[in-house]
C-alpha cells in the first residue's frame, strides 16, 4: 500500500489558500533511511503519510556526503529496515551504493514519494486547532495531527573550534565533502578525529600515497570488527542475551587485546568505561578497525596528540610538537538541528537530542515523534519506527472512526427533516 504524498496540482490549489494544506496522516520531515522506515510502516497499516525533504533525492547523506570507500560496519542483518530485507546476493558488508539501492528498492516497494527541494523552516503546533503547522523555505505550508521529526542526529556537519583554523592556507574539508584519497595524492595531512571516520579517511589516505597524521583528543575504544569469525557486533549481541552488560565489556576488551594488542602503546588510550556501556550512556561508538591499525602499527599512519593552533602552514600541538600541512580533513562527525526549525517545544535538548533517553525518546506531547535519534543506528530507527507507526495508526483509524459516525449521524438528521 502506498504512501501518501501531494501531487503538483494540490501544491498548486494550496499556494492560492492563506490556509495551510491539511494532510490526512503524519507529515515527516525527512528522506532518510528514518523517514522511509516510519512511512513504510504507517503504509502497512493503511496510514497515508507526507514526507519533506530539503534535498533532490532520499538518503541524500548517504548519496552526497560520505567517502567512495564506504562500507557498512556492521553486517547486513543488523543494517534493515522494517518490512524488508537485504537481497541475497548482496556482501556480509555492503558498499555505500548497494545500501543506497537497497533504500531505493525500499520507497518503490512501499511507494513512498517525498516532496524533494523542501527545506523546513518552522514547524510549530498551533493549540487554538490543535494541529501541527509547517512551513518550507519554498513557501510550502502544510498542517497535520501528527509530526514526525525524522532529520536525525546526523543531520548537520559538526566542526569544531580550532585555534587559528581560518589562518590555515592550505585545503580544509569536513569527511562530509571528502570523497577519495586520490585528491590527496602526495600530500601531508592533518586528519582531526580518530572515530570510524577518522581512522577509515586515514586508511584510505594511506592506500593513495599521501602521508596522514591524525589528531586523537580523546579516549578511544578499538575493536577488531570481527571476533573469531564472526562479526563483533554480533558476538556483542549474542553474549548480552546470556550476561550483564559489564562481564560482556570485560569478554570483547579481552578478546581486543589478544587480536589487536595494547593499544595504549600506539596513542590510542581506551576510556575506562567499557564499549557497550560507553556506548549506552554517551552514544560514542567504539571504532571497528579495518586495518588503520596495521597501518598505525607501521608508521604509515601518524597519531597525534591534541591540536594546540593551526598555523599558516600546519599546526602546533600540545606536547609541543610542530608540523607542516598541505590539507586539513575534519572527521568530527555531525550534529542534530532540530532546535533550528522546531519552535515551541521543549522535547529537546540545546544539542538537538531527546531529553528522554532511549527507549522512551520517541514520543512526545501533541502528535510529536522522534525517529534516528536512539544513538542506536539502523536497529535502533527500525524499533521507533514500528513504535511511531503502530501509535499514529490506532489514532488515525478512531479519528476516521469518529468522522464516519460524524457523516451517519448527519445522514440521519437529514432523513428525518419533514
Not at 126 to 142: A, F, I, P
Not at 302 to 310: A, F, N, Q
Request: charged fraction near 25%; charge should be positive.
Amino acid at each position: 500500500m502506498g504512501s501518501g504524498s501531494c501531487g503538483d496540482q494540490e501544491l498548486e490549489d494550496e499556494r492560492r489558500t492563506d490556509e495551510p494544506m491539511l494532510v490526512n496522516g503524519p507529515i515527516i520531515v525527512g528522506a532518510g533511511p528514518s523517514g522511509l522506515a516510519v512511512s513504510a510502516c504507517l503504509s502497512e497499516r493503511g496510514v497515508p503519510s507526507l514526507i519533506l525533504e530539503r534535498s533532490d533525492c532520499i538518503a541524500s547523506l548517504w548519496q552526497n556526503k560520505t567517502y567512495d570507500r564506504l562500507k557498512l560496519h556492521l553486517p547486513k542483518q543488523f543494517c534493515e529496515l522494517p518490512l524488508l530485507r537485504f537481497p541475497q546476493n548482496f556482501p556480509k558488508y555492503p558498499t555505500k551504493h548497494q545500501f543506497v539501492s537497497y533504500l531505493e528498492s525500499y520507497a518503490s516497494h512501499f511507494e513512498i514519494r517525498p516532496i524533494f527541494n523542501q527545506t523546513v523552516q518552522r514547524a510549530e503546533f498551533d493549540e487554538s486547532r490543535g494541529l501541527w503547522r509547517v512551513r518550507t523555505r519554498e513557501g510550502l505550508e502544510c498542517s497535520s495531527r501528527w509530526l514526525v521529526v525524522a532529520t536525525g542526529e546526523n543531520a548537520e556537519p559538526a566542526t569544531p573550534d580550532v585555534a587559528g583554523l581560518e589562518r590555515f592556507q592550505g585545503r580544509v574539508v569536513h569527511t562530509s565533502g571528502y570523497k577519495s584519497g586520490s585528491e590527496f595524492r602526495g600530500q601531508r595531512v592533518l586528519v582531526v578525529g580518530c572515530g570510524n571516520s577518522g581512522m577509515e579517511v586515514s586508511l584510505d589516505l594511506c592506500r593513495h600515497n599521501a602521508t596522514p597524521h591524525m589528531v586523537v583528543r580523546n579516549t578511544v575504544h578499538v575493536l577488531p570488527r570481527e571476533m573469531l569469525g564472526f562479526s563483533t557486533f554480533g558476538v556483542a549481541m549474542a553474549l548480552l542475551k546470556w550476561f550483564p552488560l559489564r562481564l560482556v565489556d570485560k569478554i570483547l576488551l579481552l578478546i581486543a587485546y589478544v587480536t589487536l594488542g595494547n593499544t595504549d602503546q600506539l596513542g590510542l588510550r581506551r576510556p575506562k568505561t567499557g564499549p557497550l556501556e560507553l556506548k549506552n550512556v554517551t552514544g560514542k561508538t567504539p571504532v571497528l578497525d579495518v586495518g588503520a591499525l596495521s597501518q598505525i602499527k607501521s608508521g604509515k599512519i601518524k597519531v597525534m596528540e591534541e591540536v594546540k593552533k593551526i598555523t599558516k602552514n600546519g599546526a602546533k600541538f600540545l606536547d609541543g610538537q610542530e608540523e607542516k600541512f598541505d590539507s586539513i580533513i575534519l572527521a568530527t562527525g555531525y550534529k542534530s538541528n532540530v532546535t533550528s526549525w522546531l519552535k515551541g517545544v521543549d522535547f529537546f535538548s540545546k544539542e538537538g537530542m531527546p531529553k528522554t533517553p532511549f527507549p522512551n525518546g520517541w514520543k512526545g506531547r501533541d502528535g510529536l515523534y522522534t525517529v534516528g535519534f536512539t544513538r542506536r543506528g539502523i536497529l535502533g530507527t527500525g524499533c521507533d519506527a514500528i513504535k511511531i507507526a503502530g501509535d499514529i495508526a490506532d489514532q488515525w483509524r478512531s479519528s476516521i472512526e469518529e468522522s464516519n459516525q460524524d457523516l451517519h449521524n448527519c445522514h440521519i438528521i437529514h432523513l428525518q427533516k419533514p
